[in-house]
């Protein structure tokens, strides 16, 4: 599964991987973003090549795979590393290696890799992976943090896991689905323009996503059709425009690479959602009600057995009562200057959607509210795109069916306005 919302079609993404043992998964990389529909040029530093056939990155990319001694080709009359940097809508390394972050930050142009680098002036997406103390040493610490500083860089920090050298800790470079929706958060802004904006830097989103089960008995469930796929794209949108991101989230129908990067709780009843978003409230900035909360719970606690099926018409007849709105007691309880978004999903006519859209924001106190219909083809609950109205004081805008990925783009907008500027950048 991937975000198949034609964000990366046709754009011209040059992949880059030096030597950490994680360029094994590199060509994923290429072949999905090639399945995704972009056109994609590889090259590999010589380390990397002892790690990743060429031969592979060529057949995958459709197109040959460069290495260092392609750059001094006499029969080439402009230098290589001018010519990718150029042609290339984006880059990516994959995996950046010790060395090659050590080399760009320095500014050091040895090698076709380094060069190219130097020369690249469009967005460079950079996921590191190296061992645990490697990455934690203080001079590879001070290059990460150099390298944030140039204009378009997005880093992809090494997750934590079991690597190569037998040690677990932080090391792992981002899944390739991670980076390859990463590059798709980067084209999806407005019909494709591609985006650097890092404009959630120094802020704090606290997100909550997915659907929420409450028990019948000790086997069966009440929750909805929610899949996540709104509130975790929104997440790693948010990641990519510099946010740190908390997701709170019930079960989920996404790829789990999206989580990435976020730092997750994963929660099942509305009374863990609400306690977990209660925790983590005061510290952000901005919060994103998007989990579809179940609306009914059994009243009295106490978990049934599991009573025949032959029981439950009566027994699903009594003892039941309302989940508490989660998003109002948030609203009443934020923080000064803490901006709130609601989501509604609704079925009806557009009329119906704003009339009970715009009664739902008032009676929940949201700033925003994004009303989106489940009951029209190809839009909705696990689909990759979503239409409807966002609502807001004196705010009434139409949003035309768009890919999910571009709405959270939007929704982050108008969410940002309004909010104090940050304080860490
Ligand atoms: N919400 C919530 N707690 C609930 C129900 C909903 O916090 N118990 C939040 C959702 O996360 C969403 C917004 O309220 O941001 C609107 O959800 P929706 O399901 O449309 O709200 P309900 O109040 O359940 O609406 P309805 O009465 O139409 O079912």
Same mark, same amino acid.
């Given at each position: 599964?991937?975000?198949?919302?034609?964000?990366?079609?046709?754009?011209?993404?040059?992949?880059?991987?030096?030597?950490?043992?994680?360029?094994?998964?590199?060509?994923?990389?290429?072949?999905?973003?090639?399945?995704?529909?972009?056109?994609?040029?590889?090259?590999?530093?010589?380390?990397?090549?002892?790690?990743?056939?060429?031969?592979?990155?060529?057949?995958?990319?459709?197109?040959?795979?460069?290495?260092? &001694?392609?750059?001094?080709?006499?029969?080439? +009359?402009?230098?290589?590393?001018?010519?990718?940097?150029?042609?290339?809508?984006?880059?990516?390394?994959?995996?950046?290696?010790?060395?090659?972050?050590?080399?760009?930050?320095?500014?050091?142009?040895?090698?076709?890799?380094? +060069?190219?680098?130097?020369?690249?002036?469009?967005?460079?997406?950079?996921?590191?992976?190296?061992?645990?103390?490697?990455?934690?040493?203080?001079?590879?610490?001070?290059?990460? &943090?150099?390298?944030?500083?140039?204009?378009?860089?997005?880093?992809?920090?090494?997750?934590?896991?079991?690597?190569?050298?037998?040690?677990?800790?932080?090391?792992?470079?981002?899944?390739?689905? &991670?980076?390859?929706?990463?590059?798709?958060?980067?084209?999806?802004?407005?019909?494709?323009?591609?985006?650097?904006?890092?404009?959630?830097?120094?802020?704090?989103?606290?997100?909550?996503?997915?659907?929420?089960?409450?028990?019948?008995?000790?086997?069966?469930?009440?929750?909805?059709?929610?899949?996540?796929?709104?509130?975790?794209?929104?997440?790693?949108?948010?990641?990519?425009?510099?946010?740190?991101?908390?997701?709170?989230?019930?079960?989920?129908?996404?790829?789990?690479?999206?989580? @990435?990067?976020?730092?997750?709780?994963?929660?099942?009843?509305?009374?863990?959602?609400?306690?977990?978003?209660?925790?983590?409230?005061?510290?952000?900035?901005?919060?994103?009600?998007?989990?579809?909360?179940?609306?009914?719970?059994?009243?009295?606690?106490?978990?049934?057995?599991?009573?025949?099926?032959? !029981?439950?018409?009566?027994?699903? @007849?009594?003892?039941?009562?309302?989940?508490? !709105?989660?998003?109002?007691?948030?609203?009443?309880?934020?923080?000064?200057?803490?901006?709130?978004?609601?989501?509604?999903?609704?079925?009806?006519?557009? @009329? @119906?959607?704003?009339?009970?859209?715009?009664?739902?924001?008032?009676?929940?106190?949201? !700033?925003?509210?994004?009303?989106?219909?489940?009951?029209?083809?190809?839009?909705?609950?696990?689909?990759?795109?979503?239409?409807?109205?966002?609502?807001? !004081?004196?705010?009434?805008?139409?949003?035309?069916?768009? +890919?999910?990925?571009?709405?959270?783009?939007?929704?982050?907008?108008?969410?940002?306005?309004?909010?104090?500027?940050?304080?860490?950048?």
């Amino acid at each position: 599964m991937r975000t198949d919302d034609g964000a990366l079609r046709g754009r011209r993404i040059l992949v880059a991987a030096s030597g950490s043992i994680a360029a094994v998964k590199t060509p994923l990389l290429v072949s999905g973003l090639v399945q995704a529909g972009a056109e994609v040029r590889c090259l590999l530093t010589p380390s990397a090549e002892h790690l990743v056939s060429p031969v592979a990155m060529a057949t995958l990319s459709r197109h040959r795979c460069y290495r260092d &001694q392609d750059q001094w080709d006499p029969g080439r +009359s402009r230098p290589l590393h001018i010519e990718l940097a150029e042609w290339a809508e984006l880059m990516v390394v994959a995996p950046l290696s010790a060395t090659t972050l050590g080399r760009w930050s320095l500014g050091l142009a040895d090698g076709l890799l380094a +060069s190219t680098l130097l020369a690249c002036e469009r967005p460079v997406l950079a996921a590191a992976a190296m061992n645990t103390a490697m990455w934690k040493h203080p001079a590879v610490q001070a290059n990460w &943090q150099s390298i944030q500083r140039l204009p378009g860089v997005i880093p992809l920090s090494p997750t934590a896991g079991l690597l190569a050298c037998d040690r677990h800790g932080d090391g792992r470079m981002a899944d390739p689905i &991670q980076i390859e929706l990463a590059a798709a958060v980067l084209f999806s802004r407005h019909e494709g323009e591609l985006s650097i904006d890092r404009s959630w830097l120094g802020r704090r989103l606290l997100v909550s996503a997915g659907s929420t089960l409450e028990s019948i008995d000790q086997a069966r469930l009440i929750s909805n059709r929610s899949s996540g796929r709104m509130g975790v794209l929104l997440a790693q949108v948010a990641r990519v425009r510099g946010a740190e991101v908390e997701l709170i989230h019930g079960p989920l129908q996404v790829p789990q690479a999206w989580l @990435e990067g976020l730092d997750c709780e994963s929660v099942e009843s509305a009374d863990q959602m609400q306690q977990a978003l209660h925790r983590r409230q005061e510290q952000a900035s901005a919060l994103a009600m998007v989990a579809a909360v179940a609306d009914l719970r059994r009243s009295g606690g106490g978990l049934l057995s599991k009573p025949p099926k032959s !029981d439950l018409p009566q027994l699903l @007849e009594q003892g039941w009562e309302p989940v508490p !709105d989660l998003l109002e007691g948030l609203v009443n309880r934020r923080p000064p200057g803490q901006r709130i978004l609601g989501f509604a999903a609704l079925t009806g006519s557009d @009329e @119906e959607l704003l009339l009970r859209g715009g009664e739902k924001r008032l009676r929940k106190g949201c !700033d925003l509210l994004m009303v989106n219909p489940i009951d029209r083809v190809g839009e909705g609950f696990g689909e990759d795109n979503a239409s409807g109205w966002l609502l807001g !004081d004196g705010l009434q805008q139409r949003v035309p069916l768009t +890919s999910k990925l571009a709405l959270a783009h939007d929704l982050l907008d108008a969410l940002a306005e309004g909010l104090a500027t940050p304080t860490s950048c």
